[in-house]
Structure formats: structure tokens, C-alpha cells
């Protein structure tokens, strides 16, 4: 049927509540059926009385119960991955109501590490523009130990950052995967041959860096370890001034694989390949733990899952490290999650 002709047909009359869904997700995520009924602050008779109902309309068996806990079924499992998708676009539909709400004049001020800054949030704020164009945001390009900070004393109310370090005082959301990756110019010895090289070799290397407390140098120097070199060859303040150097033939650099696309393309400058490296890194968004951003920023953040998404087709939105679907966390907190070993359901 025509996605037209679907739009057109009311809803049947056995369409689950939404929030009986909320409560088969909380009992799937806490593996408790009373634990799930303290959360929703309601009665565990009413919330098995709810369950109850919810298999009653689906003609499903959705949980087992037993004295240790309740676990879903299998078809309990594939309806919470569909109701997953029912509950997050109604919190969408909230957020984005909210958000045309009170926009008029409205301000958002983000700090975002230069990656995000330079190759991600110009794309993300046309998107955010056309949705609320009624909305000013301030951005502000930084290192990502400025943008934290500039998150922990109140000065914006969203940062996106691309360190590797906890800052267990903020909340926050995984946006995106980013891969680091070492380059050259077309003269540097490493250019000439398809041998990788290996973490000593990178670590001994004349090294253009970022400055310290560089999202990208606090990776570098994670994953090298003991091996790590403190002191660079050259150290610069931006990943364009970087590029520059490197393809003048100062050395090798470790950036973002966002930052050099066009440079890799057109062959100003050359991958190196490393072997027994994990150069992968999580690009974040975090704010106060204790005051949540503005409606507008949980629209930013939508945005940016959405075109992450479809940029790489894979999950890539965690909250403090626990995996979770495709999309940003909810900015009250509860998100969320799937058993680790379940796939997404697909829609029958």
C-alpha cells in the first residue's frame, strides 16, 4: 500500500497506548517488572495489569515472569524495538513543539570543538535554521577542554566536544564516530612505500600537532600510550594550519578524517596506514548535569544524530558510554537501550 493511502487510514481501534509501550520499555531496560512500575510511579499490579492489556491487543505473549525478574519474549523483544521507534518520535514530537514554543527570539549558545565546528555544525545549523528560523545561535569554535569549561561556568548551554577524557559532572550524548588518521605530504619517506608503520614509528615521527587540550591530542596521546612523544615538532593552533604545514613537508600529522577528505582526494596529501592502532574516537555533546539545555538544543541534537546517520548508516548515539539506538538521548535523562544482542527489528 502507498505510504499516501496508509496516512489516510485511521488507526485501529486496538492501537497500543503509548504510554503501555513507555512501560514495556522500562521493563526490558530494567529486567524488572516492579522496578519498571516504581519508575513510572505507579502500582506493580497496575503496571502487570497494564502489560496485561498491551498483550491482550497485540494477541502476543510479551513477557516471562518469573520469581527472579520478567525478561521479554522474542516477540517481546521485536515489539519493544518497534515501540522504541513509536515512543522516540512521539519525544520528538514533543521536543519540536516545545521548541516552536518558545523560539521567538530565542537564543542558543553552543561551543563545539574544531572539528564539529569546522566540518559538521555549518551543515547542522542551515538544518537547524530551516526548522526554527526564528532561533539565534552563538557558536563557539574551541579545543575541547575550552568548550567544557565553557559548559561547566554557564557560558553556553551545549558543547560538542572530541576528547577521549570523563568529565563526570556533565551529562552527555555520543553524536558520532570520528576517525583520526596520519598523513603526509607527497615527499615524506612514509609516502613512498604501502608497508604501514607501526605505533613506535608514528610516536618517533617529526609530528605536527594540535595544541594541548586538543580533543585530537589527547586521543594521539591515549592511544599511543608510553610510546607517546610530548614534544611535536611543530605545534599549531588549527587543523587548516596543520594541512598547510604538513603538505609544505614538516612532518606527519594525526587529524580527523572529516579534515581531510578534499586534501586525500585530489592528492595534496597522503594516508599513511598503522598497524596496531585503534585511531576511532566519539565526538560528544555534553551540558550541565543539572540544568538541562533549552528544547532548542534536544532539536540540534536530533539534527545532528539524523545527519550522522545517514552519513554512516550505523548506530551512533550513546549516553555515559551505554549503547543506545541511532538518535540523541532524551535531555531528562531517560534513555533508551537495547539488549546487546539484539538487532534492530525490521517492520513487518
Same mark, same amino acid.
Given at each position: 500500500?502507498?505510504? =499516501?493511502?496508509?496516512?489516510?487510514?485511521? /488507526?485501529?481501534?486496538?492501537?497500543?497506548?503509548?504510554?503501555? /509501550?513507555?512501560?514495556?520499555?522500562?521493563?526490558?531496560?530494567?529486567?524488572?517488572?516492579?522496578?519498571?512500575?516504581?519508575?513510572?510511579?505507579?502500582?506493580?499490579?497496575?503496571?502487570?495489569?497494564?502489560?496485561?492489556?498491551?498483550?491482550?491487543?497485540?494477541?502476543?505473549?510479551?513477557?516471562?515472569?518469573?520469581?527472579?525478574?520478567?525478561?521479554?519474549?522474542?516477540?517481546?523483544?521485536?515489539?519493544?524495538?518497534?515501540?522504541?521507534? #513509536?515512543? =522516540?518520535?512521539?519525544?520528538?514530537?514533543?521536543?519540536?513543539?516545545?521548541?516552536?514554543?518558545?523560539?521567538?527570539?530565542?537564543?542558543?549558545? #553552543?561551543?563545539?570543538?574544531? @572539528?564539529?565546528?569546522?566540518? /559538521?555544525?555549518?551543515?547542522?545549523? &542551515?538544518?537547524?535554521?530551516?526548522?526554527?528560523?526564528?532561533?539565534?545561535?552563538?557558536?563557539?569554535?574551541?579545543?575541547?577542554?575550552?568548550?567544557?569549561?565553557?559548559?561547566?561556568?554557564?557560558?553556553?548551554?551545549?558543547?560538542?566536544?572530541?576528547?577521549?577524557?570523563?568529565?563526570? =559532572?556533565?551529562?552527555?550524548?555520543? #553524536?558520532?564516530?570520528?576517525?583520526?588518521?596520519?598523513?603526509?605530504?607527497?615527499?615524506?619517506?612514509?609516502?613512498? @612505500?604501502? @608497508?604501514?608503520?607501526?605505533?613506535?614509528?608514528?610516536?618517533?615521527?617529526?609530528?605536527?600537532?594540535?595544541?594541548?587540550?586538543?580533543?585530537?591530542?589527547?586521543?594521539?596521546?591515549?592511544? !599511543?600510550?608510553?610510546?607517546?612523544?610530548?614534544? +611535536?615538532?611543530?605545534?599549531?593552533?588549527?587543523?587548516?594550519?596543520?594541512?598547510?604545514? &604538513?603538505?609544505?613537508?614538516?612532518?606527519?600529522?594525526?587529524?580527523?578524517?572529516?579534515? #581531510?577528505?578534499?586534501?586525500?582526494?585530489?592528492?595534496?596529501?597522503?594516508?599513511? +596506514? &598503522?598497524?596496531?592502532?585503534?585511531?576511532?574516537?566519539?565526538?560528544?555533546?555534553?551540558?550541565?548535569?543539572?540544568?538541562?539545555?533549552?528544547?532548542?538544543?534536544?532539536? !540540534?541534537?536530533?539534527?545532528?544524530?539524523?545527519?550522522?546517520? @545517514?552519513?554512516?548508516?550505523?548506530?551512533?548515539?550513546?549516553?555515559?558510554?551505554?549503547?543506545?539506538?541511532?538518535?540523541?538521548?532524551?535531555?531528562?535523562?531517560?534513555?533508551?537501550?537495547?539488549?546487546? =544482542?539484539?538487532?534492530?527489528?525490521?517492520?513487518?
Amino acid at each position: 500500500m502507498e505510504r =499516501d493511502k496508509l496516512d489516510a487510514v485511521p /488507526l485501529p481501534s486496538g492501537t497500543p497506548d503509548l504510554a503501555d /509501550l513507555d512501560l514495556l520499555l522500562s521493563v526490558e531496560r530494567l529486567g524488572s517488572l516492579g522496578r519498571a512500575a516504581r519508575e513510572h510511579m505507579i502500582s506493580q499490579p497496575s503496571a502487570s495489569a497494564r502489560i496485561k492489556l498491551l498483550e491482550r491487543r497485540l494477541g502476543l505473549v510479551l513477557l516471562e515472569r518469573s520469581p527472579s525478574g520478567s525478561r521479554l519474549t522474542q516477540a517481546g523483544l521485536s515489539v519493544a524495538g518497534w515501540a522504541r521507534e #513509536v515512543v =522516540d518520535a512521539a519525544s520528538d514530537l514533543l521536543a519540536g513543539a516545545t521548541a516552536l514554543r518558545t523560539v521567538d527570539n530565542g537564543w542558543l549558545r #553552543v561551543a563545539a570543538s574544531m @572539528t564539529v565546528a569546522e566540518y /559538521l555544525m555549518p551543515r547542522w545549523l &542551515v538544518t537547524l535554521r530551516r526548522e526554527l528560523p526564528d532561533l539565534t545561535v552563538a557558536l563557539r569554535a574551541e579545543n575541547s577542554h575550552d568548550v567544557v569549561e565553557l559548559v561547566r561556568t554557564e557560558e553556553v548551554d551545549l558543547g560538542f566536544i572530541e576528547d577521549p577524557a570523563a568529565h563526570d =559532572d556533565l551529562c552527555e550524548v555520543m #553524536v558520532a564516530d570520528d576517525e583520526l588518521v596520519v598523513v603526509t605530504g607527497r615527499g615524506h619517506p612514509w609516502a613512498g @612505500t604501502d @608497508t604501514p608503520i607501526t605505533a613506535a614509528e608514528l610516536a618517533a615521527g617529526r609530528l605536527v600537532l594540535r595544541e594541548r587540550g586538543s580533543g585530537t591530542r589527547e586521543t594521539l596521546h591515549r592511544v !599511543l600510550g608510553e610510546l607517546r612523544a610530548d614534544d +611535536p615538532h611543530l605545534e599549531l593552533s588549527s587543523t587548516t594550519a596543520i594541512k598547510e604545514a &604538513v603538505g609544505a613537508g614538516a612532518g606527519a600529522a594525526v587529524v580527523s578524517a572529516l579534515a #581531510v577528505e578534499r586534501e586525500l582526494r585530489t592528492g595534496r596529501l597522503v594516508r599513511i +596506514p &598503522v598497524t596496531g592502532l585503534e585511531l576511532t574516537r566519539r565526538l560528544r555533546a555534553v551540558w550541565r548535569r543539572r540544568a538541562a539545555p533549552p528544547p532548542q538544543a534536544e532539536v !540540534l541534537l536530533r539534527i545532528a544524530a539524523r545527519d550522522t546517520a @545517514t552519513s554512516t548508516s550505523t548506530s551512533t548515539a550513546t549516553v555515559s558510554g551505554a549503547p543506545a539506538r541511532g538518535k540523541p538521548a532524551r535531555l531528562d535523562g531517560r534513555e533508551r537501550k537495547r539488549h546487546p =544482542d539484539q538487532a534492530a527489528p525490521r517492520r513487518p
